[in-house]
């Protein structure tokens, strides 16, 4: 089985950065796509940045500039650099990646959840 990870969150003032972390491990043959989404309370899921397996990288419009992705393959993890936080940035944040078991089996995994939230 696989499992990730996640590290990070917490409570930040607006303008503030936070980092967060999310490791993968178990039975990983090859980690395609990271992503990161979030969902804060009375909304849907949604998708805050992914980054391809070559390191192409996509974000939402409401974080660009803001927030960045990056991963370390050699440590099976994808990070999310958040500076100038917003309010509305506040919301339990999930990591999630493509991972292959086997040259013939690919599924999709979740973290489970780390809470940000951005208040004075």
């Known amino acids: 089985q696989v499992q990730l990870v996640e590290s990070g969150g917490g409570l930040v003032q607006p303008g503030g950065s936070q980092r967060l972390s999310c490791a993968a491990s178990?039975?990983?043959?090859?980690?395609?796509?990271m992503a990161w989404y979030r969902q804060a309370p009375g909304k849907q899921r949604e998708s805050v940045a992914t980054i391809t397996s070559r390191g192409t990288t996509t974000y939402a419009d409401s974080v660009k500039g803001r927030f960045t992705i990056s991963r370390d393959n050699a440590k099976n993890t994808v990070y999310l650099e958040m500076n100038s936080l917003k309010p509305e940035d506040t919301a339990v944040y999930y990591c999630?990646?493509?991972?292959?078991?086997?040259?013939?089996?690919?599924?999709?995994?979740w973290g489970q959840g780390t809470q940000v939230a951005v208040s004075s």
């Open positions: 999630n990646a493509h991972i292959s078991s086997s040259l013939l089996q690919s599924d999709a995994y």
């Open positions: 178990g039975r990983i043959f090859r980690i395609n796509a």
